[in-house]
């Protein structure tokens, strides 16, 4: 199947879960997960129809940026960023999905500050305490809440997770609503500089859960592109 024809069929799926769910499918983003997939291939899908772009890796994102590979649509980080490379990013890039710790947060302020920006991001969630896995756990949210109004030139949109992976759909619901409770305790809280109105998760094998305890955006790669080429060559 084209790039084309795999969107229509995510939409497809989208729909459907969000109606089994009582939900709007228009509430729910396709953030295509661009990862080794050239310009041409990114230009594709947005033409088929995805809201935003993905990318995982700094040097693909400023290569890809170099080529105008997201026109048309907002660009997201979603991979593990490192502090050395947040001037690469930030400013660049529409929303950093993968914020995992507090020294992220201190260099996207000190950047953002630098070029006079405000940098929109999202807190990852390690909500499986997973020692493979990157993110704030849930008890440690609670205390960056606290100082948020410290980063001034940081606005969160929301939180980001990847849960576990799970060999049924009930184990992947359990991660995924606690997810949605964390996020509605978290709006109830009103914290500075704090706006609930993302919650990221589902990727390609579990986006339909994901939207049934309340995903807003799910993040697709392979089931939009394909298995990953991982000989491509990057700068």
Known sequence: MSIAENVAAIRAQIIDAAMKAGRDPKSILLCAATKTNDAEAVREAIRAGVDCCGENRVQELTEKLSQNAYAGVPVHFIGHLQTNKVRQVVGKVDLIQSVDRIKLLQAIQQEAARQNVIQDVLLEINIGNEDSKSGFSTKEIWQILEVLSDFPNIRVKGLMAIPPICQNSVDS????????????????????????????????????EAICCGSTMIRVGTAIFGPRNYSRPHP
Do not use: H, P, T, W
């Open 173 to 208: 619901r359990k991660f995924f609503q606690e997810m949605c409770n964390l996020s509605v305790d978290i709006m109830a809280k009103k914290s500075d500089n704090v706006f609930m109105e993302i919650l990221s998760m589902g990727m390609s094998g579990d986006f339909a």
